[in-house]
């Protein structure tokens, strides 16, 4: 049994350490479709700081609602959100039918959806710079020789927040301030949606972050990084206005390593008195580091993130994800 979940691993982390694969190719397929709602599609969307890439924009049934304004969720790895024949390994989110579920019965307020594609550059651009910068010589000489490249995070979140938010903000009837204003991801994306909060929390209100990589090498379980993370967090959480946050991780494939990880940011939280209405973090026993097991309880952070109101929020601590 130990020796067929180690195969799994590793079969696991060589395929999350090949080059993006065609799916991610801006032109290499045709724009996604939705099962509900409408997806305007933003071909190769271009930016002074980062390569041009897709974006995809997702607005409920019924938009625009007169006199409605759209609270916005921005999120990484748009070309898996919505359809197989987008997503980067074959299985999406289902992002257009979740979100409706919750739209049409009242949980969430009215939501649009923006998907950024991500890049050639993925790891690069979803790799926090500061924490980065902060580890040791040796350890980012071990990380180079995984993916080479410094952190991009930093042009990417400047193309985020200052090229495609007011395009979105100019173009659609969002509300556009902090309030109403979020990201989420998972893995890598799960770490560049906190380090988005963080680096500008006059412009998200929070962040979702579904199996965090914290280690950020494929290769090896350190907790060198996370160890950065954590004196970030210590120079940057903010004592006011506090970004509602959600965490959470599996037990199988990449996923078994997490625990320990969140455990130490989970702590470090707690030791800052943060409060439970602002963050939540749920263990999915069984689930593994893929689209099909985020798909399946993606209902969990959007009600915590979106929730109409601080007692529907507090539900997502008893939700059971999808069968």
Request: charged share 20%.
């Amino acid at each position: 049994m130990l020796r067929c979940y180690a195969i799994a691993t590793m079969l696991l982390v060589v395929v999350l350490m090949m080059p993006e694969s065609p799916a991610t190719a801006q032109t290499a397929k045709p724009p996604a479709q939705v099962m509900t709602g409408r997806l305007d599609h933003l071909e190769a969307f271009s930016s002074k700081h980062v390569s041009a890439r897709n974006v995809d924009v997702w607005l409920p049934m019924g938009y625009p609602a007169p006199g409605v304004r759209y609270q916005v969720l921005y999120m990484h790895d748009g070309q898996n959100l919505y359809d197989p024949r987008t997503a980067s390994y074959g299985t999406c989110w289902g992002v257009d039918t979740t979100l409706s579920a919750l739209l049409r019965d009242g949980t969430v307020a009215p939501t649009i959806v923006v998907g950024v594609w991500s890049s050639e550059r993925r790891f690069q651009e979803y790799c926090p710079k500061w924490p980065y910068r902060a580890l040791l010589p040796e350890v980012c000489a071990a990380l180079t020789l995984e993916r080479p490249g410094a952190p991009l995070s930093d042009e990417y979140l400047r193309f985020l927040v200052t090229e495609i938010k007011p395009y979105i903000d100019a173009h659609y009837a969002t509300a556009p301030d902090r309030a109403h204003t979020w990201v989420a991801g998972s893995s890598m994306g799960g770490l560049i949606s906190l380090y988005a909060a963080l680096e500008y929390p006059r412009v998200f209100a929070g962040a979702a972050c579904l199996s965090t990589h914290w280690p950020l090498s494929l290769a090896r379980d350190s907790p060198a990084f996370t160890t950065a993370m954590l004196d970030y967090l210590a120079q940057k959480l903010p004592r006011r206005h506090r970004p509602r946050l959600y965490f959470d991780f599996g037990t199988a494939t990449l996923d078994a390593r997490y625990p320990p990880h969140q455990a130490r940011i989970d702590a470090f939280l707690r030791t800052r008195k943060y409060l439970l209405t602002r963050r939540l973090t749920r263990r999915f026993e069984g689930a593994e580091h893929n689209e099909a097991a985020w798909a399946r309880r993606l209902n969990i952070p959007l009600t915590f993130l979106l929730g109409r109101t601080a007692r529907v929020r507090r539900t997502a601590a008893a939700l059971e994800p999808a069968r």
